[in-house]
């Protein structure tokens, strides 16, 4: 883990330079450059617009609602059980931390609260979502840079959390667990054996990420010192999550935020980077994967008795009013903005994703960058498309 | 291919090309949304890996490919790139809908955006359902499309005719989980 050495630094400017007056003396012509809308970089069906001259970009614009598929308004024409299982597929990785906000906002409203059980596994399965997010993210990281192994192994031990979400919920990826009032059941049997052993291999998984990609010289090159968001700029934009921290602002919602969930029972670091280039917003995530592994190891130990689900009658009806909750998701905060008229189901639901925040900055980051670090930077930056468009 | 081309093939030699065929297929990956990633589950991970059945998730663009897996909601922006992907590939070309969106609109069946089934705009050869359908299910989708093309008559399929079975009595529609696989 160096830094860039000073000759290579000399050299790159030296190189921009060449650059910068080549293209004044050839009189380079712009052209434009698509990518996307499906495109392997993009995780999903964003499309930028890039105009480039030589190289270099001049100026980029991404191009949303490819996979827009109208939820806000089909929340109108939903009870709210069966708003649970629309929101699972905004981020469709990390399935069960969509959940929580938008229950948490409908039990404020019904003015009733979780039993401890339900609170505990509520949180133990937002950080498995958590986990499942993010590893992925690690594995895909190398794609982009052209090293095919981490997806493999990314996918490999992917499956292990998944099968645990499995066991718990029933669901493999789209969990539908959670209830206003707990959970739909108890942890099965063994359950809590077999999380102790996958999160070692997690935290094994961590280590062999960063031996083979974050200490890999052309990973180090490719990311160091490429795309650097400045705090205020970020703060500016509205990042949230990884993104944030990584341009060293020290804001996490799970511990600032006081909510019925476990996280003031576990001792956990949030971890800020200074830089704020596409290295720490890497490395800030493998980071996350860890500490989200302590705390399963630590929750998973001190899971108190009781029953899992309040009493709440069979038909819900939520009173009038409004509520807004949000969470430290995977990608960044997630919140909903729920209005009941006292319906079976909300009057209007608005639904503020974290990806959408986070690629609105790309026209300011991706201005100047070399047309190889867009992918860099998109991958980076993290995005999930159904949590841009929705 | 002369024979190929006048629309004239030996039924032992169609049988021969139909095998080979069916185990080499270059399938084109367009993941649009959750169910992409159990398809990247399916194609790239080394639980489900995929290449043991003759599938190789890896051309470089649809020119290159036989078969497109279409996984996830299609969208009605994203329609015309659907349609137009469809219409780089080369014949003879075979298409899995993969996931309740891309088989009927899904969960977004009352949504003002969503394209309700990728069938309006394509021909669909396998409709794997589920939301989304596990690993398991996309193989054994790709594993009915294999002997779908097994039972093809290439000639006829050649001539412009579409899917003709070479026994009719084999040409029932095809549903991940509708029956036994022999």
């Known amino acids: ?390 | 291919m002369g024979l190929v081309d006048r629309g004239r093939l030996p039924a032992p030699l169609t049988k021969l090309f139909n095998l080979g065929r069916s185990y080499s297929m270059w399938v084109y990956q367009w993941g649009l949304a959750c169910c992409a990633i159990e398809m990247g589950a399916a194609f790239g991970s080394p639980r489900y890996d995929v290449m043991r059945l003759g599938v190789i998730p890896l051309p470089a663009s649809p020119r290159q490919a036989d078969l497109v897996v279409v996984s996830g909601t299609v969208t009605d922006k994203m329609a015309p790139a659907v349609k137009r992907l469809y219409e780089q590939m080369p014949e003879p070309k075979y298409v899995i809908s993969m996931g309740s969106c891309a088989n009927c609109g899904g969960p977004y069946w009352d949504s003002y955006s969503v394209t309700k089934g990728v069938d309006q705009i394509i021909p669909v050869d396998v409709y794997v359902p589920g939301c989304p359908p596990r690993p398991e299910a996309l193989l054994e989708g790709v594993v009915l499309l294999q002997q779908r093309i097994k039972n093809e008559d290439m000639a006829a399929r050649w001539r412009g005719e579409g899917f003709t079975p070479l026994q009719r009595s084999e040409s029932e529609p095809i549903v991940v989980g509708g029956g036994p696989i022999e």
């Open chain 1, 1 to 390: 883990m160096t830094m860039l050495s000073e000759r290579q630094q000399l050299s790159y400017i030296a190189a921009q330079a060449a650059d910068a007056r080549l293209n004044v003396e050839l009189e380079t012509e712009g052209m434009t450059l698509n990518i996307g809308p499906q495109h392997p970089a993009t995780h999903g069906t964003l499309r930028i617009i890039a105009r480039l001259d030589g190289e270099q970009v001049v100026w980029a614009e991404p191009s949303a609602g490819y996979m827009h598929r109208g939820y806000e308004k089909l929340t109108e024409v939903r009870t709210y059980p069966q708003v649970t299982a629309l929101i699972n597929r905004i981020d469709w990785l990390g399935s069960f931390a969509n959940e929580v906000p938008f229950i948490l906002a409908a039990e404020q409203l019904m003015e009733v609260e979780a039993p401890p059980r339900a609170q505990h596994i509520r949180t133990i399965l937002f950080e498995l979502s958590r986990i499942a997010n993010v590893s992925l993210f690690l594995g895909d990281l190398g794609v982009q840079m052209g090293a095919v192994t981490p997806v493999f192994m990314a996918f490999r031990d992917r499956e292990y959390v998944l099968n645990l979400i499995e066991g718990a919920t029933g669901g493999r990826f789209h969990p539908n667990f959670d209830r206003i009032g707990g959970l739909k059941d108890d942890l099965p049997k063994g359950w809590i054996d077999e999380t102790r052993q996958v999160m070692k291999k997690l935290r094994n998984f961590c280590d062999e990420i960063e031996d083979l990609l974050f200490g890999n010289e052309i990973f180090q090159s490719r990311t160091r010192g490429i795309g650097v968001i400045p705090a205020e700029v970020a703060k500016e934009y509205g990042l949230s999550g990884a993104n944030l921290r990584a341009s060293g602002v020290d804001w996490d919602l799970r511990r600032d935020q006081k909510l019925p969930l476990a996280y003031d029972k576990v001792d956990f670091k949030v971890w800020t980077h200074p830089d704020g280039d596409s290295w720490a917003r890497c490395w800030i995530r493998l980071q996350e994967v860890r500490e989200a592994t302590r705390i399963v190891d630590q929750l998973i130990e001190t899971i108190p008795s009781g029953p899992v689900m309040a009493k709440v009658p069979r038909i819900i009806k939520v009173p009038e009013g409004e509520a807004w909750v949000s969470t430290e998701n995977p990608l960044g905060e997630m919140g909903y903005y729920v209005v009941s008229k006292g319906e079976l189901g909300p009057f209007r639901v608005k639904i503020r994703s974290a990806s959408f925040n986070n690629i609105s900055i790309t026209p300011w980051v991706l201005k100047g960058v070399y047309v190889p670090d867009i992918i860099t930077i998109l991958a980076s930056l993290y995005f999930i498309l159904g949590d841009i468009d929705r």
